[in-house]
T-cell receptor, first 117, second 114 residues
Framework: SAVISQKPSRDICQRGTSLTIQCQVDSQVTMMFWYRQQPGQSLTLIATANQGSEATYESGFVIDKFPISRPNLTFSTLTVSNMSPEDSSIYLC??????????????FGAGTRLSVL | AQSVTQLGSHVSVSEGALVLLRCNYSSSVPPYLFWYVQYPNQGLQLLLKYTSAATLVKGINGFEAEFKKSETSFHLTKPSAHMSDAAEYFCAVEAGAGSYQLTFGKGTKLSVIP
């Protein structure tokens, strides 16, 4: 299994500012994902971030609002730009497991709890 | 397109009683199905997965789920609830084998009453 560290674990931010969330994995992985979990809601995929290519965004999410970097096989960042109270959510990163036995499994970080005032 | 419906946003059971968390899915392709558990202030942890092998899937912590194609269901069960099972449970479907794109249900919060 993969161990995923997310920073910060929580933050309170002012409207109009930006926050960058870091995701560090203890092993090299090709596929990383960013999800949003709004209060009382399920997880929604924001984008897929594969090393060496541009992130692929899901419908309703755009690069200008959620720019993603993936500089190497163990690290990624998600920035929430020009924040509004509607961006208050838990943001989680996940990685796709490799290997035959662990195929199709995603491992998740503990999430970043963001509150926007 | 895929979708997941979890019946009951909140389920309460007594310690030692049967746990049954319901999940129905829709998928345009043969689905891969998953149950994840989220403990407070933690990330999601995989309980079990169905990927077209045996229809009865056993997972960690005594949980199991049965894939029923005719009912488009993948309900999660555990014969005897433990206090440590109190958490939120998410059912998810993968958008095509190997895509890794998961669609999650809204979650069911399980409370265990001593």
């Amino acid at each position: 299994s993969a161990v995923i560290s997310q920073k910060p674990s929580r933050d309170i931010c002012q409207r109009g500012t930006s926050l960058t969330i870091q995701c560090q994995v203890d092993s090299q992985v090709t596929m990383m994902f960013w999800y949003r979990q709004q209060p009382g809601q399920s997880l929604t995929l924001i984008a897929t971030a594969n090393q060496g290519s541009e992130a692929t965004y899901e419908s309703g999410f755009v690069i200008d609002k959620f720019p993603i970097s993936r500089p190497n096989l163990t690290f990624s960042t998600l920035t929430v730009s020009n924040m509004s109270p509607e961006d208050s959510s838990i943001y989680l990163c996940s990685v796709a497991a490799t290997g035959t036995i662990a195929k199709n499994i995603q491992y998740f970080g503990a999430g970043t709890r963001l509150s926007v005032l | 397109a895929q979708s997941v419906t979890q019946l009951g946003s909140h389920v309460s059971v007594s310690e030692g009683a049967l746990v049954l968390l319901r999940c129905n899915y829709s998928s345009s392709v043969p689905p891969y199905l998953f149950w994840y558990v989220q403990y407070p202030n933690q990330g999601l942890q995989l309980l079990l997965k169905y990927t077209s092998a045996a229809t009865l899937v056993k997972g960690i912590n005594g949980f199991e789920a049965e894939f029923k194609k005719s009912e488009t269901s993948f309900h999660l069960t555990k014969p005897s609830a433990h206090m440590s099972d109190a958490a939120e449970y998410f059912c998810a479907v993968e958008a095509g084998a190997g895509s890794y794109q998961l669609t999650f249900g809204k979650g069911t919060k399980l409370s265990v009453i001593p």
